[in-house]
């Protein structure tokens, strides 16, 4: 099993978005970085941090679950959607989507600034100065640093541990 963190705006679509529908596409992907990662790593099982950016607070919400493998973006074919490609082809899809399937929201969120203020957490991509990939990888040890931290969030998201 892999861990990632994904980021959504929280208005675009929250955690509770996810924890209602159960499940979703993840799709818009247009960095390649972020592609490659969806397309030829991320399986089914993997574990993923949902993370809200651009809130007050940024910081994760919560946990889902990689639960359909990589397939091609329709969005990018359609050209009434905003992520649409006017390059991509049917047969070679440049864009891919995953689906994501909801697993736990936790109490608060667990803020930006206490993911960068906890020495567990030091190397973690999201806590880097200018971070600004959507999907990325997370090592196993912070990703179980970042859940437990979540679990004993209190109504600020401070740990209360």
């Known amino acids: 099993m892999r861990y990632w963190l994904m980021k959504s705006e929280p208005d ?3 955690i509770d978005d996810l924890a209602r529908d159960t499940r979703t596409s993840w799709e818009g992907v247009r960095n390649y970085t972020a592609r490659n ?7 089914v099982g993997d574990r993923v941090l949902y ?14 679950e990689v639960v359909r493998a990589a397939y091609a973006d329709p969005h990018a074919l359609d050209p009434a959607s905003p992520y ?9 899809p440049r864009w891919v989507s995953v689906d ?8 608060a969120v667990v803020p930006l600034a206490a993911l960068k203020a906890e020495p ?3 190397g973690m991509e999201v806590t880097k100065r200018g971070s600004r990939l ?3 990888p997370v090592d196993a040890a912070h ?5 437990a931290m979540g679990r004993n969030a209190g109504p600020s998201g401070d740990d209360q541990a």
């Open 100 to 107: 994501i399937g909801f697993v736990e929201r936790f109490p």
């Open 84 to 92: 649409h490609d006017p390059g991509a082809k049917a047969d070679t």
């Open 143 to 147: 990703f179980e640093k970042v859940v």
């Open 51 to 64: 993370y809200h950016s651009n809130a007050e607070p940024s910081g994760v919400a919560g946990i889902a």
């Open 12 to 14: 675009v679509y929250s």
């Open 37 to 43: 990662w969806m397309r030829d790593d991320m399986k």
């Open 134 to 136: 959507s999907v990325h």
């Open 120 to 122: 567990a957490l030091v």
